[in-house]
């Protein structure tokens, strides 16, 4: 029910943040120049995002936010049936796991396209550095700051979350590998479809392009 693009987003989104953090909270060794390699992971951040967003709109059908954005209505009822142990089968995200996909996708571009505009008060200078006012260069980097440790809550929830649907009996990590999931009940959201490939390589070669540049840059 995971197409391949989602799949391959999501792993190789969890690598380059682990080089982000790393090479910001701690001194990264064994890099020369953590901070290059911390912007390097951001610009590979940008490009699956840029490609994740695009898929949202024209990807299989688990993949897109239509389907699995739902009304505050229908994510409580979720919530509520989930605590009590009824909980409906989703092949895609559930009402919750939904909503935090997009507030996690929102913070994720808030800090990559903030980090565009950073500094490190040394040698680094963002591509975009320089083209805002002073003042506006302090606020997105106290929004890259706190909004850093936002994330950091919200990979911990979703973690968390992952865990508890284990202990309910749902596993979903192996459906992030082999994109199998074993559900208990038909999914009230459908099986999934498959991904049309072209539109897949159209969106890669625009990330890739993004990356490329940002690379450059
Ligand atoms: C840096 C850490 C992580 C980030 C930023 C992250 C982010 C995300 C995002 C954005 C999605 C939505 C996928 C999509 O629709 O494109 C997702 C789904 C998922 N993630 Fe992660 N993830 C992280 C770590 C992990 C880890 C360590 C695991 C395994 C223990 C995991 C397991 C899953 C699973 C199972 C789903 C699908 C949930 C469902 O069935 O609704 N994630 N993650
Ligand atoms: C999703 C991607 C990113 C994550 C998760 C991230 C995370 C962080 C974190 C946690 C910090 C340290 C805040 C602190 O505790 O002091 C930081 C600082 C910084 N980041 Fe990012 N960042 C990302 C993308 C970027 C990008 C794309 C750039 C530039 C191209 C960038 C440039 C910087 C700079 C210059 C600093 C400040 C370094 C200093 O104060 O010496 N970041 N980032």
Do not use: C
């Not at 909503?99 to 040394?122: C, E, K, P, R």
């Not at 975009?128 to 106290?142: E, F, I, N, R």
Request: charged share 15%; aromatic share 14%.
């Amino acid at each position: 029910m995971w197409d391949i693009w989602v799949r391959i987003f999501h792993w190789a989104l969890v690598l380059v943040l682990i080089v982000s953090f790393y090479t910001m909270k701690t001194e990264g060794y064994p890099l020369m120049f953590p901070v290059d390699w911390h912007a390097r992971a951001g610009y590979t951040v940008l490009g699956l995002l840029l490609f994740r967003w695009l898929w949202g709109f024209f990807g299989s059908r688990h993949a897109r936010f239509l389907n699995f954005l739902r009304s505050p209505f229908e994510s409580g009822r979720y919530l509520w049936l989930f605590l009590r142990g009824r909980a409906p089968s989703y092949a895609g995200h559930n009402p919750l796991g939904g909503w935090m996909m997009l507030i996690m996708l929102l913070s994720l571009t808030l800090q990559a396209g903030s980090g565009l505009f950073l500094h490190d008060d040394i040698l680094f200078e963002a591509p975009l550095y320089g083209s805002v006012s002073d003042g506006t260069t302090k606020l997105l980097t106290t929004i890259h700051n706190y909004n850093g440790n936002f994330l950091l809550i919200l990979v911990g929830l979703h973690i968390a979350a992952v865990v508890v649907h284990r202990l309910k009996g749902e596993k979903l990590v192996g459906a992030m590998f082999n994109g199998h999931k074993r559900l208990v009940s038909a999914p009230v959201d459908g099986p999934g479809t498959r991904a049309v490939q072209w539109r897949a390589v159209v969106m890669l070669v625009l990330a890739v392009g993004l990356m490329t540049w940002l690379w450059n840059s």
